[in-house]
């Protein structure tokens, strides 16, 4: 999840996968390279019907005495995708006038998940820097047949985000999701409680800091180690 522009200097790439050095790599992932996305926003004109898609917002936001540019920090156009990065505290203002304006209509969220970008470039600003976890939403217009995304940062040390399950119902086993598995607090959730890991579960397993861990797997006659065994981790 997430999106931006890519760029293509050495500096900016990325080599291997999950962080694997050495010889112990044995999926010939090692090898990979890859581009890390630009965080900057895109120039307009994004294309297709992603500037409408801003100018309603836009509008809609003026009607309530809003700039854009205090609930929307940039906007990123990337492989034919739309993504708003919006501030927490306008998150879901940002969302009923997506779900409710007559020309916007984005009646479905269809998701709500997290992304950690430990280590990677968020900007040049210090907050951008340290907001690594960020909250992706994406939305889907059935009435006009579009979709868009929505970004939200925040740090590990306060990650609060005002939950959007008034604006979108379907948000709340979404948001329970990406607390349990990322520790982002939906403030203002009915109900935020674990549903994968057991309540009494420490630490949330898909930020990227949390420890492999994992136990042995029994075949007939074989046995596979745990994932933090099989290879040489930075």
Known sequence: MGSGTQVSTDDAAQKGMFGVSGSGDTSGFGGLVRNVADPRSTPRP???????VADLLGE??????????????????????????????????????????EGLRFELCSSVSAVDYLDAPQGNDADEQAARLHVVYHLTSMTFRRRIRLEVAVSVEDPHVP??????????????????????????????????????????????????????????GAEIPPPDTRRAYR
Do not use: N
């Open 46 to 52: 994004y294309g297709g019907y992603f500037d409408e």
């Open 60 to 101: 809609g936001l003026a009607k309530a005495d809003v700039g854009f540019e205090e609930a929307v920090t940039r906007v990123v156009v990337d492989r034919g995708e739309l993504t708003l990065h919006v501030r927490r505290e306008r998150i879901v203002e940002v969302c009923r006038l997506l779900r409710d304006d």
């Open 163 to 220: 939950s959007v399950t008034s604006v979108y119902p379907t948000a709340d086993w979404q948001e329970r999701e990406t607390w349990d598995m990322f520790g982002v607090l939906f403030d203002g959730h009915p109900g935020l409680t674990r549903i994968l890991m057991p309540d009494d579960w420490d630490g949330h397993p898909q930020r990227k800091d949390y420890p492999l861990g994992g136990v042995p797997v029994e075949y007939k």
